[in-house]
């Protein structure tokens, strides 16, 4: 490797992607192509970064293994910043096994961590655990430490294990200092924002207020019977009865406890329930089969008695009914939270990390484009979605990821 070569490497290590530009801008062998191609992804030109790389890694060819893989890691790194979820992970895989063969393990560390992040963002929280727990991040550069922390602080964000998110951010902030890298520091400083920021609103009494995330934690292991409308479940202590495919006797738990200890009209609950301006007497039959459904499913920790204008909810052991509900409620509000990351999405990736089907999605982002929430750009498969960031409050319990006891 030449000295304009080790420079410009040398210039992108530091975070200074012009002055590795000006090395290598008008060379186009091999490894000038792979520096270009991460200088015009550290200046936010993903589709020209590609292209670089893509060329770089058929430059090299099978006679340079060792930097067509890390082309390989290149691209996928690119790919998860440009929230393109599908890109091939047997790929990364085989450059993975490839760097580590030829002992560049810090390269191969790199990697995984592009997996596990890629795990944690569809919401695999246990598969991202398993292949964190592989890799130790001590011999690792600080770039790559800090790496590492924030990654062990997203998982532990959304298994809402505060403390253990709390440490994980000041190391990582630690580590980006002394790597010296202004975007990374900017990132670990971010995300240790959004623990001061609003995780979630608490209802209960005709009152609401917002919640931190370490107050979410606390509530979660108070003695309340909660109906948390982030998961559509009902939990009291260590009993956890999920309605999320339930919808309608969720609707009802919910208008049930808000309303606690007092009951709640039939006629209420058969417009929240049933969207229904006038209740007929079918709406009122249907009414008593579904609240004799959630009686059942509630058994454990509350019941549904009738009263003289409606019902109400008898918690068996709890003292206290909340309602613990998103900060916003909005009917697309996952893909909201999703995108408010400051990311590009494909309709797509989106899919993916909801769990839904492409069309779905794409409905999802249609409507949000109509409400002035999200917008669009590029055209056919490179077409992309886009938010600002959502102002005041954290979108943390928004992701799809399971509760503690889930």
Known sequence: MDSLVTAAARALAAGDPLGALNRVALRDDAPALALRGIAMAQLGD?????????????????REPVSRARCVVAQAEIALASRDLAWPAKALDAARVTLEAHGDRV?????????VRRLVLIGRLDDAERALAALDPEPFPPALRAAHELVVAGIAMRRIHTQAARAALARAVQAAHRAGIPALTAEAESASRMLNTPAARLLAHGEERPLLLDEVEALLASKALVVDACRHVV????AVISLASRPVLFVLARALAEAWPADV???????????????????????????????SLLRPVAGVS????????????????????????????????????GE??????????????QRSAQRALDSLA??????????GRARRWITPPMPGFTT?????????GD
């Open 46 to 62: 993903l589709v020209r970064a590609k292209a670089l790389l893509r060329s770089a890694a058929r430059a090299f060819g099978s």
């Open 107 to 115: 390269n191969a560390a790199h990697a995984r961590y592009l997996d």
């Open 235 to 238: 939990r009291h202590e260590d």
């Open 265 to 295: 009209s039939r006629d209420t609950l058969v417009a929240r329930a049933f969207r229904a301006k006038l209740a007929d007497e079918s709406h009122r039959a249907r009414l008593r089969v579904e609240l004799g459904r959630l009686r």
């Open 306 to 341: 009738a009263t003289k204008r409606g019902f109400a909810l008898a918690p068996r052991h709890a003292r206290e009914v909340v309602v613990l509900a998103r900060p916003v409620e909005d009917k697309h509000a996952a893909a909201l939270a999703l995108l408010a990351d």
């Open 344 to 357: 590009s999405w494909s309709s797509s990736a989106l899919a993916l990390a909801l769990g839904a089907s």
């Open 370 to 379: 109509a409400a002035g929430k999200a917008q669009s750009f590029g055209k």
């Open 396 to 404: 943390t319990l928004l992701l799809p990821a399971p509760l503690p």
